[in-house]
């Protein structure tokens, strides 16, 4: 009979868990919040099969008020906010030195413009993007518009 009790409470109580950790940290619906319910299901079945009908009405109930306020709980004060990422990343790109560069200035393309890429301005590496064209690496091109940090560039030919 204590076999029972440590069986119904220990399926509960990692079914519990495992549907906690799905909730908090695990987008979606996984196998880890399956296998939770699963787990507390059976541990509420055999508390039905092997204690009596009472004592699995008694279970069931606790386990439902347990897993109620484990919500609340872990929900309701933050309990889970030290595992969540807080920082921002607040740079953007070509922000380390603002660049001076003019319409018409031509370089080369450090990196191959997929369209995005590198390029290279009077010694200075810029993040660059064409209007959709690819280019090889150590392509002659020309800036076409400056929008912000956001600079366009074409193939000189």
Do not use: C
């Amino acid at each position: 009979m204590l076999l029972d009790w440590v069986t119904v409470i220990l399926l509960i109580a990692i079914g519990l868990l495992l549907i906690i950790v799905e909730l908090v940290f695990i987008p979606g619906t996984t196998l880890i919040g399956i296998l939770g319910f699963v787990l507390a299901g059976i541990g509420i079945w055999i508390g039905y099969a092997a204690l009596g009908t009472t004592t699995g009405h008694l279970i069931l109930g606790s386990s439902v008020l347990i897993a109620g306020v484990a919500f609340f709980y872990s929900f309701r004060t933050d309990a889970w906010s030290r595992f969540a990422l807080n920082d921002q990343n607040k740079g953007r790109v070509n922000d380390e030195h603002p660049h001076t560069l003019q319409i018409g200035e031509t370089g080369v393309t450090v990196s191959a413009l997929r369209p995005q890429g590198t390029g290279l301005f009077n010694d200075q590496q810029h993040e660059v993007q064409t209007k959709g064209e690819f280019l090889a690496p150590n392509t002659q091109i020309r800036i076409i518009s400056l929008n912000h940090n956001k600079i366009t560039v074409e193939e000189v030919s």
